[in-house]
């Protein structure tokens, strides 16, 4: 296998576990977005319901998607100013970032 020269996005070491954070709050997110797909196909396709219907669980899982997304992004965006690393291997400004 022939080498690219690109380093890999994240590394897991014995200090930065910060790869475990993004690899899980990405399948979480594709889970929530996948079913969150399904059930609007379910409602709108199958049950035949008018496309106005949208009860009061679809309204809160909706809002609980949105603040799910919203959350993933946080979090993500905590990886990256040093979230799941040691202190030891974080710069000045990640630990400034991470005091925030």
Do not use: C
Request: net charge neutral; charged share 10%; aromatic share 8%.
């Amino acid at each position: 296998m022939s080498s690219t020269g690109t380093a890999p996005m994240e590394q897991i070491t014995a200090e930065d576990h910060g790869a475990y954070i993004i690899i899980t709050a990405g399948m979480l997110i594709s889970w929530t977005i996948l079913v969150f797909l399904m059930r609007m196909y379910i409602r709108f396709r199958i049950n035949g319901k008018s496309a106005g219907y949208f009860g009061h669980d679809d309204t809160a899982f909706t809002l609980g998607a949105v603040i799910a997304i919203v959350q993933t992004g946080v979090t993500l965006a905590a990886v990256k100013n040093g979230l799941g690393r040691s202190a030891s291997i974080l710069t000045p400004y990640q630990i400034e970032q991470s005091l925030q």
